[in-house]
Each structure stands twice: as structure tokens, then as C-alpha cells.
């Protein structure tokens, strides 16, 4: 199971990557897409949606359950990954790649700095 350095991680299993701008990547973990299996639609929100840190911003389906998505910044949802819609199982397929769910802008740096750093991460879900 992947866990990538460059990350942050939330306890409800998302990750969040720094883009150097201001704006963050945020998708769910490699531990969350096997323990969903196979994912079959993806809901995000519209770019311009304001999120908030634990607040809930979407949902997964797969073919075991339906999970709540969870931000792990606050701020403004500056891109969706469109892609999605069609190949929702790109979340399997490369959580940390193709997978990404957002981007957001963020209010400030310090909620992504209180994240979970990856040896962190790992120990939470028992690495």
C-alpha cells in the first residue's frame, strides 16, 4: 500500500498535496480505494464551492458502499477532476495520480501543515 511522502493525510482517509501556488490537490488514499473496492461514480463539487476543514465536499460509490467525502483544508474548490465522471475507477487505478478528486484554493497553510504527515499516516492505518 502506497504511501506517499509528499502528502498529507486526514483520519477519514484523504490526501491532500501542496502545489506551490496557494491551491491543493485532494483525492482519498490508496488505504481508502482498497478498502472501498471497486469504484463506480464519483460526486464533487462545482468549482467556486466553499469548503470547510471536516466538512463534507462529496461522495464516493462503490460497488460495497457509498462514503462521505471530507475536506482536509478550507477554501474555495478551484478545479474538479472532470475525468471522473466517465472513469470514476481511476480512483483504483492511481489514487495519487489520475485519481485527484479537487483542487482547492486555501484560506491559509496552516490546516494543510496540522495534517497527518505520511510515517504519521501510516501508523494510523496500523503500517
Known amino acids: 500500500m502506497s504511501v506517499p511522502a509528499n502528502l498529507r493525510y486526514t483520519n477519514d482517509h484523504e490526501w491532500a498535496r501542496d502545489e506551490g501556488d496557494g491551491t491543493y490537490t485532494v483525492g482519498v488514499t490508496d488505504h481508502a480505494q482498497e478498502a472501498l473496492g471497486g469504484i463506480v461514480y ?3 463539487p462545482a468549482e467556486g464551492t466553499r469548503v470547510s476543514a471536516g466538512g463534507r465536499f462529496g461522495t464516493v460509490e462503490s460497488t460495497k458502499s457509498v462514503s462521505e467525502l471530507y475536506a482536509p483544508i478550507s ?11 466517465a472513469a470514476p475507477e481511476a480512483v483504483n487505478d492511481d489514487a495519487y495520480g489520475a485519481g485527484w478528486m479537487v ?4 484560506e491559509s497553510s496552516g490546516e494543510f501543515q496540522a495534517l497527518m504527515d505520511a510515517a504519521a499516516y501510516a501508523t494510523h492505518i496500523g503500517g
Request: glycine content about 12%; proline content about 0%.
Open 103 to 106: 483542487r482547492i484554493q486555501a
Open 75 to 85: 477554501g474555495v474548490v478551484v478545479a474538479k477532476n472532470e475525468g471522473l465522471d
Open 42 to 44: 464519483v460526486e464533487l
